[in-house]
């Protein structure tokens, strides 16, 4: 069978759990050789292990993306291992469940660096070596709240309106130089990401919302971010009928601006 993605060296943050433990798994099928990232490292050794890659083909480099002013030595950590690197796949965030008027600014700006900064100097940092190579992909998981705010996720969705312009902006800077950018919407999908979205004191929501109990599989969200690739999407929306809202705020702003206004925040 062909197998597109078979020792492409690809580097998923947020592999630990959600829609990045899901892409570690389809890649690892792929025969793809992988670099695993999160803040857990015994949940990215448990992702691992579960790939039944050997261990010439899988690193697991842990690090907080709160903290991402050493993406330069991690990316050469990655070469070091593996020589090259053909997919940075920018995955790993955290939500929001918390009103603009009761969220301080450290978590304003944790939210923004955790979902919008990571993802710039992880960027950044494997661009020199995609251009060296003359090929690449950067995908970056943005979101639904990247194309219209919502309740009690102002910060959240700041960051993903943020992620459109800057990574808009480098795929036409780039895309000459053979790196291609993907910028994956999901609307809902089936993780713990609502129970570890963060409140107005900085601690997890840890409720698990209604809307993502009955949502789509992280593995069927996965198998779609693995088609878009391959088909060089620039953009592309996963999920459920939530999707609707984005066409109704493009195509009918108005009668959006009342739907939204009647939708649940969970
Ligand atoms: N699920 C959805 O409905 C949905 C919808 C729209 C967009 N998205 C986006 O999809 C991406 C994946 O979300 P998910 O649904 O898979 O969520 P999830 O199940 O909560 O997983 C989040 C992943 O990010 C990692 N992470 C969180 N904070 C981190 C930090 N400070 N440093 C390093 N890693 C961190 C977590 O690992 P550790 O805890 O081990 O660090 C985990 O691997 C996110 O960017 C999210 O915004 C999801």
């Not at 020792?7 to 792929?30: H, N, P, Q, R």
């Not at 090259?84 to 301080?104: F, K, P, T, V």
């Not at 990247?146 to 959240?156: E, I, N």
């Not at 480098?170 to 291609?180: A, D, K, Q, W, Y």
């Amino acid at each position: 069978m062909n197998k597109p993605f078979k020792d492409k060296v690809v580097w998923i943050t947020g592999a630990s759990a959600g829609i990045g433990e899901a892409l570690a798994l389809a890649f690892a099928k792929e025969e793809a050789r992988l670099i695993l990232s999160a803040r857990r490292a015994n949940e990215l050794n448990r992702v691992a292990q579960q790939t039944g890659l050997p261990p010439l083909d899988i690193l697991v480099l842990p690090f907080d993306l709160n903290d991402t002013s050493k993406a330069t030595a991690l990316a050469a950590q990655v070469i070091n291992k593996f020589g090259r690197i053909d997919i940075l796949i920018n995955n790993g965030g955290n939500s929001q469940r918390s009103e603009a008027m009761q969220s301080s600014e450290a978590l304003e700006r944790q939210l923004m660096e955790v979902n919008y900064f990571s993802a710039v100097n992880i960027s950044k940092a494997v661009l020199p070596y995609m251009k060296r190579q003359k090929s690449g992909h950067i995908v970056v998981l943005s979101s639904i709240a990247g194309k219209f705010g919502f309740y009690l996720r102002s910060s959240y969705s700041a960051a993903k309106h943020a992620l459109h312009g800057y990574f808009e902006s480098l795929r036409l800077e780039t895309e000459t130089l053979g790196i291609s950018t993907l910028i994956v919407c999901p609307g809902k999908i089936k993780t713990n990401i609502s129970i570890n979205a963060l409140t107005a004191q900085g601690e997890t929501h840890n409720k698990m919302d209604a809307s993502h109990e009955k949502a789509m599989l992280a593995e069927t969200c996965a198998t779609i971010i693995l088609q878009s690739i391959l088909q060089k999407k620039e953009e592309v929306l996963i999920g459920g009928k939530e999707l609707l809202a984005v066409k109704l705020k493009r195509f009918f702003p108005k009668w959006f601006a009342t739907v939204i206004r009647k939708q649940s925040p969970y």
